[in-house]
């Protein structure tokens, strides 16, 4: 009985780190409305180009050689679809990474650190904040790409790809969480996420299908939760399968995701021991 | 302290003034020197220093490989209705060259002052007594000759992947019309350094110009793509009226989408730019320094 009222009161108390440090983070977000308003506006300008040059290069809104690779000659959906998937890379990776370094920014992260709790959990709300904020981004910038260009979405679709895009989630969280250990070690993890956003750029078909890389390549991109993840909301709301034809994908995704996670919070309780014992935590 | 007193006339820092030989070599030295230590901050970080040498051809990829998958070749026989010519790779790759350099504007010159600011530096640099235009111009020269290195990067492993038909007898003209667009670009650069002495968070309004002025740019398509009323606002920055002469001297075949002499375009829009830019610098650099923001970020 007194086992079972610790318990309680232990889980109680992760939660509440869970909450405080989810509505930290969301009232730092809140405190600079023009960052919010960019997020959920302004990475869609970053596609209107590739929109404008298939405009250019096929004159019309369908591509035959696209039809071919895809199933669908659509560009337009083809690349809303990515660059909002590609938001939660942008937001997700770079944001968890950043987030600890910013505590060692303003000062703050020694007293994270230090405090008596599990720092899992520390880690789960900032996870959550950053899964919130991309999400809010992301159903911003669909809901005026369908408004600016006409696109059809069907609510019965959304479910399935909202399970997704969880999945997508937990890897990035992962890969986040990776970025965030080698962040208390070594500080300038920086060019790192840069890197890898970069590999996301070419190699993931955030801007075209998969097909149209080299073979090598393409072995590279199956690496990558990015890609599974595209390719899985593509054929829900471009084609319009159900989870029978994609169960490969949903389940290589899985297997990213499992492995991804266990490396990230390995790697980072085990760097976090190691910073604590050379005494550089505070170090940027 | 009485000012003819012997002691505060050697505390006295005279600031070199007017326009003369040995104050414009004292400038130079100056933008040099801002220059020379940035170049040393970049090879203190060698992977970013390579990250952000082959970055150019990373951003590039993405478009040249939408392009060939949307077509299902190298030649489009829209692009050829559009503009003379039906060659992707040639178009895309002539395009994107260019909008490395107005990341450097806008990233570079813009995040000079702000960069400073976190480093803890600007009320040193500020005290000197040189032009602060010079600090933003000695940072504009390293990340121009920066991007150069990233765009020979690019052009060589475009030219062996796909192979590049260009003009050789155009490449003078080119880089004439390339420099008159640098000119325009500074101008616009040193606008948003201004921004950065003011905003707390500069990046998103640069972000915002870079995002705009990317659209209204025909790198990967032509104007006519376009609504008429972008194509009328493109003509207001350097990158379309530089893109499209750019072409016509180094593309086979390219028909211009609007007539008229680029050179003197752009050299109206570089004047303007730049004296649009110092007016906003001076302003700004006066009200920050009055209102003692100078240290805020």
């Not at chain 1, 109680?12 to 977000?29: G, Q």
């Not at chain 1, 000659?73 to 968890?96: C, D, H, K, Q, R």
């Not at chain 1, 303003?106 to 959550?128: E, F, H, M, R, S």
């Not at chain 1, 299908?209 to 090598?216: D, I, Q």
């Amino acid at each position: 009985m007194l086992k079972s009222s610790y318990q309680q009161s232990v889980l109680r108390s992760n939660l509440f780190v869970v909450w405080n440090e989810l509505v930290k983070n969301i009232k730092s977000l809140l405190a600079y409305p023009a960052i919010l308003v960019f997020w959920a506006v302004f990475p869609i300008f970053w596609f209107i180009p590739f929109i404008l040059q298939g405009q250019a290069f096929v004159g019309g809104l369908e591509s035959a050689s696209f039809a071919q690779i895809t199933g669908s000659g659509e560009y337009v959906p083809f690349i809303v679809i990515g660059a909002v998937l590609n938001s939660y890379v942008n937001t997700l990776l770079y944001g968890m990474g950043e987030n600890i370094r910013r505590e060692a920014y303003q000062g703050t992260l020694d007293y994270v650190l230090a405090a008596p709790c599990n720092k899992a959990y520390v880690l789960i709300g900032k996870a959550l904040s950053e899964s919130l904020s991309s999400t809010i981004f992301a159903a911003s910038q669909l809901t005026i790409s369908v408004l600016l260009f006409g696109m059809n979405l069907t609510l019965g679709v959304m479910l399935p790809v909202f399970f997704i895009v969880i999945l997508l989630m937990l890897g990035l969280y992962g890969m986040s969480l990776i970025l965030a250990a080698l962040s208390l070690m070594y500080k300038q993890s920086y060019d790192l996420s840069q890197t890898i956003g970069y590999v996301f750029y070419i190699f993931a078909p955030v801007r075209y299908p998969v097909e149209s890389l080299p073979t090598w390549a393409q072995i590279f991109g199956k690496l990558i939760p990015l890609t599974y993840a595209l390719i899985i909301v593509r054929s829900f709301m471009l084609l319009g399968t159900n989870f029978s034809a994609v169960y490969f994908e949903v389940l290589a995704l899985l297997i990213i995701d499992i492995v991804l996670l266990l490396a990230g919070f390995y790697l980072f309780s085990w760097m976090e021991e190691k910073t604590k014992k050379s005494g550089t935590i505070s170090h940027h | 302290m009485n000012k003819n007193n012997k002691e505060h006339r050697l505390r006295e820092v005279k600031c070199p003034t007017g326009f003369n030989w040995s104050n414009l070599k004292a400038e130079l030295k100056a933008v040099w020197e801002s220059n020379i230590k940035d170049w040393k901050i970049d090879f203190a970080y060698p992977v970013s220093f390579i990250r952000q040498l082959i970055s150019p051809l990373v951003f590039l990829l993405p478009f040249l490989i939408y392009g060939l998958a949307l077509v299902g070749g190298r030649y489009s026989p829209n692009l050829k209705q559009l503009v003379g010519t039906d060659d992707v790779v040639a178009f895309i790759f002539t395009g994107y060259i260019m909008m490395g350099f107005i990341g450097t504007a806008v990233w570079a010159m813009g995040f000079s002052i702000r960069r400073e600011r976190w480093f803890g530096t600007l009320e040193a640099i500020y005290v000197t007594p040189s032009s602060r235009l010079g600090q933003v111009l000695g940072m504009a020269l390293h990340s121009t000759v920066h991007q150069i290195l990233g765009t020979i990067i690019q052009f060589i492993v475009i030219y062996l992947t796909f192979g590049l038909a260009l003009k050789i007898e155009g490449i003078l003209p080119a880089l004439g019309i390339f420099a008159l667009m640098m000119l325009a670009l500074y101008g616009f650069g040193i606008v948003i350094s201004a921004l950065g002495l003011i905003l707390k968070e500069g990046w998103v309004v640069s972000d915002s110009l870079y995002s705009i002025m990317m659209i209204l740019s025909p790198v990967a398509y032509p104007l006519a793509v376009l609504p008429t009323v972008a194509q009328q606002a493109s003509y207001l920055f350097p990158t379309a009226p530089a893109l499209i002469g750019m072409r016509s001297f180094l593309i086979e075949n390219y028909q211009p989408e609007v007539v008229g002499n680029v050179f003197l375009h752009l050299l109206a829009l570089g004047a303007a730019w730049i004296l649009f830019g110092i007016v906003v610098f001076r302003v700004t650099d006066v009200y920050v320094r009055k209102r003692g923001m100078l240290k805020k970020f």
